[in-house]
């Protein structure tokens, strides 16, 4: 089935795509969405079109305020539901009693314990039972991504891996949220242009590159958090602006 779906996604646009995605495994696709502009854009295309793929996103209990504004934003605008998938209760509660609420500044392995935790878990239930998920994945967001293609497949939870936007730019994608008038989190108009728990994500500096601001304390080969697993690099990536304010 993959040798058949991939030379129909390369050749389509981010809707076909997702069309796709739902001819191929219907009822059984989901996109899991963090709420920064490349998903919000999922998202619209998803609940606008009324494609049949589940949208889920994963509350890690410390994400900023303005992704939880910029979620009760898209709930309002499209009127469609949002999956949510928790952390394990007993799985924090026990991280906060052996190593406090901060671990993960100490090394990167407290790090990725506290990802899997909050992120990596969730996300395998999430995942549990389904065909096929959909990223916001762009080739663009970092060299470990570049080596990735639009469409995979994903040993690790046994389904089919889809990035409807892979060839999009930064750019692009900004001009689509002002057309359609999709709701953009307000933290990509402060220098945030990768946004995760609030913890572990700052602002970009002018020339600082995409990644920079994820785990900034952090070599940049150990940039990703476990939910996409890709190669190691040790170059720059790439350099893109802040969203205009407006």
């Known amino acids: 089935m993959l040798d058949d779906l991939r030379p129909r996604l390369i050749q389509a646009s981010a809707l076909e795509r997702l069309r796709l995605v739902a001819e191929y495994f219907p009822e059984q696709a989901v996109f899991s969405t963090s709420f920064g502009l490349e998903d919000q854009i999922l998202s619209h295309l998803i609940f606008t079109h ?50 406090g609420p901060n671990s993960f500044y100490e090394s990167v392995d407290n790090r990725k314990e506290c990802c899997f935790i909050r992120k990596v878990e969730p996300l395998n239930r999430a995942l549990a039972g389904k065909a096929a998920w ?11 991504r ?20 892979f060839d999009w730019t930064w750019d692009q994608a900004v001009a689509f ?10 933290l990509h108009q402060q220098g945030f242009v990768s946004i995760g ?28 958090c476990g939910l996409h697993v890709t190669a190691h690099h040790n170059g720059p990536d790439p350099v893109v602006e802040p969203v205009p304010a407006g």
């Open 50 to 99: 009324e494609l049949p793929i589940q949208v889920f996103t994963l509350d890690t209990g410390r994400n900023f305020q303005e992704t939880y504004a910029t979620w009760n934003k898209t709930l309002l605008k499209y009127g469609q539901p949002i999956a949510v998938y928790y952390p394990q209760r007993e799985s924090v509660e026990q991280l906060m009693l052996a190593k």
């Open 134 to 144: 959909v990223t916001g994945i762009r080739a663009e967001q970092s060299q470990n």
């Open 146 to 165: 570049q080596t990735m293609d639009p469409v995979e497949w994903d040993a690790a939870h046994n389904l089919v891996k889809v990035h409807p936007l």
């Open 177 to 186: 949220t002002k057309e359609h008038n999709v709701p953009v989190n307000t």
């Open 197 to 224: 728990c609030a913890p572990c994500t700052r602002a970009i500096r002018p020339g600082e590159d995409f990644r920079a601001g994820r785990w900034w304390w952090e070599d940049l080969s150990a940039k990703e």
